[in-house]
């Protein structure tokens, strides 16, 4: 899912270097905890990152969570999607990091529809 993601915004928006990612249980990563420490300790000293997982409680969001217990600069988000994302991703760099976060989470739930719910007239949506 991870790397499905990062070729999402690839493909969207070009090369980020600034994005990485860790596909949990796949390509040998059986043991998560170990593959979460490895890249966390990569981080450079001092760095404000933020973290993405699948899902709130799963495996992966909680060897993140256990990983980074008392680290400062580092933001986990579970329940991570595309939009989420690149609404952090692309936004100015002088915006406070949780309000950032606050205010993407707000913008991408927005994008989560039960589809069958909108108007739609010869098979196109009304509103798009």
Known sequence: MARGVVDSIKMLAGEQTQIDYLCGYVDGNENIEQAVRAKLDAIE???EIVVFTDLFGGSVNNAVLQAVKG???IHV???M???LILGILFAPEEADTETLIHNSIAEARKG???CNDLAVE???LEEF
């Open 45 to 47: 000293p001092n760095q």
């Open 71 to 73: 680290a400062e600069g």
């Open 77 to 79: 988000v579970a329940g």
């Open 81 to 83: 999607n595309l939009a």
């Open 112 to 114: 989560i529809l039960y």
């Open 122 to 124: 010869d098979g196109v």
